[in-house]
């Protein structure tokens, strides 16, 4: 089964926490905090993988979630790092932010990308034991990973489309020149799934070509197998606009060309202004009648395409085309690569915006992604400890914002998980 777009979320491994621990041995008094740090979160990493052809895996699992880091240890043991969890995807696969639509990474190349990146491990008490506060009770949790929900979309890296309506003969052309054996049959929509190939017209030069099946009227629209299809053209350097010379379905040749051209401009203006040649097939059915012939060539020349004719059935004119195909290749630029467009939004976590209070019934609530940060790095059992946390809070303004709100002494206040009698 062919599936070239999936819709999958990703998380990666929350850092393990920093250790409260202190220095217990025989003989050896007050031996200090020797609290590890905790290890650092899996990331989420795509690697490109040559065997795969297709998003079939993602039908069926949504979720990809990496390791999460081991917490620290007693003396001064960091925690074990998470693993890595790495996601094989076809090459040609971009990957997009789900909400935005905008390009995150095209995976066209064999360098593995990282996704989202694993939360760094907290910080063991050893790191807060200072001359005046030699017996730290408390250390830094570990950083949460990252949450994204993102869409991959297969697009085949081919330097050559075959388009045309069904039954021109693109499964033929593609089987005569190249490894590739698509099915073939006398009737419509025989290919369902694109089909590649790689092309050699000599020592060391090759290029790929790809059969784009089911473009008909319609198509950009969602008739059809077009509109499944039609992306897998946006990278194609080149197309082979196939056309049935002889008209053996009763269609005419040249309202087939106007009308694929009129699709391919539905779908995106610059696939539209891709460069074409027009290739008059089955031209051994036509006998000595050459007025067909004429008639394509002579709209390619008023359209600016190149034209050839051939008979893919009887190999007439395929090899003079596959040389025409790599001489007009030398001409035109590599093939497109998606640049990347998402711009990650940085919470602000150091400043004092990023924290609200509002009054539920008797209890003031504070909240926010800063208080959550601050709050999650409290021992409330220690003094130092609730110490840090009430500078904190005090130099941010929040004291003061509660006294605003008409807070009095013995009203209840809630700050991330603790609760707790205000006292002026």
Same mark, same amino acid.
């Given at each position: 089964?062919?599936?070239? /777009?999936?819709?999958?979320?990703?998380?990666?491994?929350?850092?393990?926490?920093?250790?409260?621990?202190?220095?217990?041995?025989?003989?050896?008094?007050?031996?200090?905090?020797?609290?590890?740090?905790?290890?650092?979160?899996?990331?989420?990493?795509?690697?490109?993988?040559?065997?795969?052809?297709?998003?079939?895996?993602?039908?069926?699992?949504?979720?990809?979630?990496?390791? @999460?880091?081991?917490?620290?240890?007693?003396?001064?043991?960091?925690?074990?790092?998470?693993?890595?969890?790495?996601?094989?995807?076809?090459?040609?696969?971009?990957?997009?932010?789900?909400?935005?639509? *905008?390009? /995150?990474?095209?995976?066209?190349?064999?360098? #593995?990308?990282?996704? @989202?990146?694993?939360?760094?491990?907290?910080?063991?008490?050893?790191?807060?034991?200072?001359?005046?506060?030699?017996?730290?009770?408390?250390?830094? #949790?570990?950083?949460?990973?990252?949450?994204?929900?993102?869409?991959? %979309?297969?697009?085949?890296?081919?330097?050559?489309?075959?388009?045309?309506?069904?039954?021109?003969?693109?499964?033929?052309?593609?089987?005569?020149?190249?490894?590739?054996?698509?099915?073939?049959?006398?009737?419509?929509?025989?290919?369902?799934?694109?089909?590649?190939?790689?092309?050699?017209?000599?020592?060391? *030069?090759?290029?790929?070509?790809?059969?784009?099946?089911?473009? /008909?009227?319609?198509?950009? =629209?969602?008739?059809?197998?077009?509109?499944?299809? !039609?992306?897998?053209?946006?990278?194609?350097?080149?197309?082979?606009?196939? &056309?049935?010379?002889?008209?053996?379905?009763?269609?005419?040749?040249?309202?087939?060309? %106007?009308?694929?051209? @009129?699709? !391919?401009?539905?779908?995106?203006?610059?696939?539209?202004?891709? #460069?074409?040649?027009?290739?008059?097939?089955?031209?051994? !059915?036509?006998?000595?009648?050459?007025? #067909?012939?004429?008639?394509?060539?002579?709209?390619?020349?008023?359209?600016?395409?190149?034209?050839? =004719?051939?008979?893919?059935?009887?190999? *007439?004119?395929?090899? %003079?085309?596959?040389?025409?195909?790599?001489? @007009?290749? *030398? =001409?035109?630029?590599?093939?497109?690569?998606?640049?990347?467009?998402?711009?990650?939004? $940085?919470?602000?976590?150091?400043?004092?915006?990023?924290?609200?209070?509002?009054?539920?019934?008797?209890?003031?609530?504070?909240?926010?992604?800063?208080?959550?940060?601050?709050?999650?790095?409290?021992?409330?059992?220690?003094?130092?400890?609730?110490?840090?946390?009430?500078?904190?809070?005090?130099?941010?303004? &929040?004291?003061?914002?509660?006294?605003?709100?008409? $807070?009095?002494?013995?009203?209840?206040?809630?700050?991330?998980?603790?609760?707790?009698?205000?006292?002026?």
């Amino acid at each position: 089964m062919f599936i070239d /777009i999936a819709k999958i979320k990703i998380v990666s491994g929350k850092g393990g926490d920093g250790k409260v621990g202190f220095h217990r041995e025989k003989y050896v008094a007050s031996g200090g905090p020797d609290g590890g740090d905790g290890g650092r979160g899996g990331s989420v990493i795509f690697q490109v993988d040559d065997n795969l052809s297709t998003l079939l895996d993602f039908r069926y699992k949504k979720k990809y979630v990496a390791a @999460a880091g081991e917490n620290g240890g007693s003396k001064r043991c960091k925690g074990k790092d998470g693993a890595d969890l790495v996601i094989r995807v076809p090459r040609g696969t971009i990957i997009r932010d789900q909400k935005t639509g *905008q390009v /995150i990474r095209d995976l066209s190349d064999d360098e #593995p990308f990282v996704a @989202a990146k694993g939360g760094n491990g907290g910080w063991g008490n050893t790191h807060f034991a200072t001359p005046t506060r030699q017996a730290p009770r408390f250390a830094k #949790p570990g950083q949460p990973g990252v949450e994204r929900d993102i869409i991959l %979309e297969l697009k085949l890296l081919a330097d050559v489309g075959l388009v045309g309506f069904p039954n021109v003969g693109k499964s033929t052309l593609l089987s005569m020149v190249s490894a590739a054996r698509p099915k073939i049959a006398n009737y419509h929509f025989t290919t369902l799934v694109p089909n590649l190939g790689v092309v050699s017209v000599g020592e060391e *030069q090759s290029f790929v070509m790809a059969d784009i099946p089911g473009i /008909i009227e319609g198509a950009s =629209e969602g008739a059809g197998l077009g509109h499944d299809f !039609l992306r897998h053209i946006d990278r194609c350097r080149l197309l082979l606009h196939l &056309v049935d010379a002889a008209g053996s379905e009763g269609r005419d040749p040249l309202e087939d060309i %106007e009308k694929i051209n @009129a699709e !391919l401009a539905g779908y995106s203006e610059f696939l539209a202004a891709r #460069p074409q040649i027009i290739v008059a097939n089955k031209v051994d !059915l036509l006998g000595e009648d050459r007025a #067909p012939v004429e008639a394509l060539k002579a709209y390619a020349d008023e359209h600016g395409f190149q034209f050839a =004719e051939l008979s893919a059935a009887t190999n *007439q004119g395929v090899a %003079e085309l596959m040389r025409m195909t790599w001489n @007009a290749l *030398q =001409e035109l630029p590599p093939v497109f690569i998606y640049e990347p467009e998402f711009v990650e939004a $940085v919470e602000d976590t150091g400043g004092t915006r990023d924290w609200t209070v509002e009054k539920v019934e008797d209890y003031y609530v504070v909240s926010g992604a800063w208080v959550d940060k601050i709050m999650g790095s409290v021992n409330v059992d220690d003094y130092e400890s609730r110490q840090y946390m009430d500078r904190m809070l005090k130099s941010a303004g &929040v004291y003061e914002k509660l006294e605003e709100m008409g $807070v009095q002494e013995g009203d209840f206040v809630v700050i991330g998980d603790l609760e707790f009698e205000y006292v002026y």
